[in-house]
């Protein structure tokens, strides 16, 4: 079993601050996504970044992949009230023969106080 | 906009009761997923189907839950008998799988609460 670590736990920070979140694993990963849970309703994908090292931008949030593809990391600029929410990271693993295994980290906790 | 819906969006329950849950994938997605979120154990993966057929159910309790596609705009998950410790919001997602799985994309839906007195 995969598993991704990720931290800090729980966030609270100002409104323009900016900040980063980690997601950490001991495996190496085809793909790891990012998605954004609001309470009372499923994730929602926000980014899938697939080669290592590669660098994505949404916005304010920059999503990077670590070189060895077993980390990366959410760093968000400017957070705005609106960013608040569970961010959880997935990591992709293809084993062949049509099975595949997407294992969820258990989020970072976001609260951005306006 | 397309959107995967879950039934109910919640359920109180006794101990011993049947539960099912039920969800509609977005047309023309082909493969669904059934997931399990808790504060302990956050999202764990149960079962998921690909063209309705089950590929993993590995995660699922096998002696009480049961997962099923009866068609491709209906997928169930089934709890028999239930309890306590199966408390938890059970989400299902849909995908379109295009060759690797880097290029799939999941939607969850909305989730269904289940709470099992």
């Known amino acids: 079993t995969q598993l991704l670590e990720q931290s800090p736990q729980f966030l609270s920070i100002q409104e323009g601050e900016n900040l980063t979140v980690y997601c950490n694993s001991s495996?190496?990963?085809?793909?790891l996504q990012w998605y954004r849970q609001e309470p009372g309703e499923g994730p929602v994908l926000l980014v899938t970044v697939v080669t290592g090292g590669e660098v994505k931008k949404l916005k304010r949030l920059t999503f990077q992949f670590g070189d060895a593809r077993k980390d990366s990391s959410l760093h968000i600029t400017a957070a705005q009230p609106g960013d608040t929410g569970l961010y959880l990271c997935a990591g992709s693993t293809y084993s062949g023969a049509g099975s595949y295994q997407l294992t969820f980290g258990k989020g970072t906790k976001l609260s951005v106080i306006p | 906009d397309a959107r995967v819906t879950q039934t109910p969006r919640h359920k109180v329950t006794e101990m011993g009761q049947e539960v099912t849950m039920r969800c509609q994938p977005i047309?023309?997605?082909?493969?669904v997923f059934w997931y399990r979120q808790t504060m302990m154990q956050g999202l764990e993966l149960l079962a998921y189907f690909r063209n309705r057929a089950p590929l993993d159910d590995s995660g699922m309790p096998k002696d009480r839950f049961s997962a099923e596609m009866p068609d491709a705009t209906l997928a169930t998950l089934k709890i028999q008998p239930s309890e306590p410790r199966d408390s938890a919001v059970y989400f299902c997602?849909?995908?379109?799988?295009?060759?690797?799985?880097?290029?799939?994309?999941?939607?969850f839906g909305s989730g269904t609460q289940l709470s099992v007195l």
């Open positions: 997602a849909s995908g379109l799988r295009d060759g690797l799985p880097t290029n799939e994309k999941l939607f």
């Open positions: 495996s190496v990963f085809s793909s």
């Open positions: 047309l023309g997605h082909n493969t």
